[in-house]
T-cell receptor, first 115, second 113 residues
Framework: KAGVTQTPRYLIKTRGQQVTLSCSPI?????VSWYQQTPGQGLQFLFE???????NKGNFPGRFSGRQFSNSRSEMNVSTLELGDSALYLC??????????????FGPGTRLTVL | QKEVEQNSGPLSVPEGAIASLNCTYS??????FFWYRQYSGKSPELIMS????GDKEDGRFTAQLNKASQYVSLLIRDSQPSDSATYLC?????????????FGKGTHLIIQP
């Protein structure tokens, strides 16, 4: 079974631009979560989507948004990019909605650099 | 108050020895706990999940959970140089009624040949 895929793998943008990242979960998985990883803050939860609905949201500004499609694929968008948005963006999928006993599996990530 | 705490390391262990990684968490209602391994430049890889007090073994890995003391640990037996990585502890807890995973910042493990 194929794992979680993310595209693109690398992105370079300039301040003020916007970016869209894509994630395809493991076949049969219905939940997709997004995380931001930086050396200083570690892994921080952005949001989770399940059945095309945002189920949870982390403490990030409204510039960060996402959506999920009927085939469970998900996109996240960051508008008005800032230098501090440079990070590794990770997508994780799980069989059902993130809950007490659901394991999450990560994709390879998208490395975003904002200049 | 940090929700999930790990010693950042580096933790240096000789090859063949037992590596012991620890994690404490603050939310008493946490119900599930996960260990991920992350190699430099790669994404986290799930190693173990544990939900009940006690030990859970999988090959060379043993996860230990003590909910009363709010800590979870990972033991790696017969450590190999390929085990050198950052190990992330993740805890599932409820925030505002919704579930979510909170990660520690990870322990950098070095296995010395």
């Amino acid at each position: 079974k194929a794992g979680v895929t993310q595209t693109p793998r690398y992105l370079i943008k300039t301040r003020g631009q916007q970016v869209t990242l894509s994630c395809s979960p493991i076949s049969g998985h219905r939940s997709v979560s997004w995380y931001q990883q930086t050396p200083g803050q570690g892994l921080q939860f952005l949001f989770e989507y399940f059945s095309e609905t945002q189920r949870n949201k982390g403490n990030f500004p409204g510039r960060f948004s996402g959506r999920q499609f009927s085939n469970s694929r998900s996109e996240m968008n960051v508008s008005t990019l800032e230098l501090g948005d440079s990070a590794l963006y990770l997508c994780a999928s799980s069989l059902e909605a993130v809950g007490s006993y659901n394991e999450q599996f990560f994709g390879p990530g998208t490395r975003l650099t904002v200049l | 108050q940090k929700e999930v705490e790990q010693n950042s390391g580096p933790l240096s262990v000789p090859e063949g020895a037992i590596a012991s990684l620890n994690c404490t968490y603050s939310d008493r209602v946490s119900q599930s706990f996960f260990w991920y391994r992350q190699y430099s430049g790669k994404s986290p890889e799930l190693i173990m999940s544990i939900y009940s007090n006690g030990d859970k073994e999988d090959g060379r890995f043993t996860a230990q959970l003590n909910k009363a003391s709010q800590y979870v640990s990972l033991l790696i037996r017969d450590s190999q140089p390929s085990d050198s990585a950052t190990y992330l502890c993740a805890v599932n807890n409820k925030r505002g009624g919704a579930d979510g995973l909170t990660f520690g910042k990870g322990t950098h493990l070095i296995i010395q040949p």
